[in-house]
């Protein structure tokens, strides 16, 4: 039915980087906008990047100039490079991915990942 797989997270300290990565398994037909969104502690899940199958890309206002997301559409795989990392950057990472996937039917339909704790402490 499809599913995403996140990894990279952990912990770095102030002014380190990480890369996440998502990978889209499953019986999907097509991956279309695909995108990571992160959820602080008392907070709401907020958008972080996202970029269309044609490479366009957007990003919070916060992860401009240090953040960047790709794609590589032959492997289902998107990734978030995270640099300079700051304290408030902490928070559970969710990749989302737009697909066309067969349920005896064909469906299109967000998937989400588990998630992946990002926490940036000295």
């Known amino acids: 039915q499809g599913q995403l797989v996140e990894s990279g997270g952990g912990l770095v300290q102030p002014g380190g980087s990480l890369r996440l990565s998502c990978v889209v398994s499953?019986?999907?037909?097509?991956?279309?906008?695909m995108g990571w969104y992160r959820q602080a502690p008392g907070k709401q899940r907020d958008l972080v990047a996202q970029i269309t199958k044609a490479g366009d890309t957007t990003y919070a206002d916060s992860a401009k100039g240090r953040f960047t997301i790709s794609r590589d559409n032959d492997k289902n795989t998107v990734y978030l490079q995270m640099n300079n990392l700051k304290p408030e950057d902490t928070a559970v990472y969710y990749c989302n991915a737009g697909v066309l996937r067969v349920r005896g039917f064909l469906e299109l339909t967000d998937l989400w990942g588990q998630g992946t704790q990002v926490t940036v402490a000295s």
């Open positions: 499953g019986n999907v037909l097509r991956v279309d906008t």
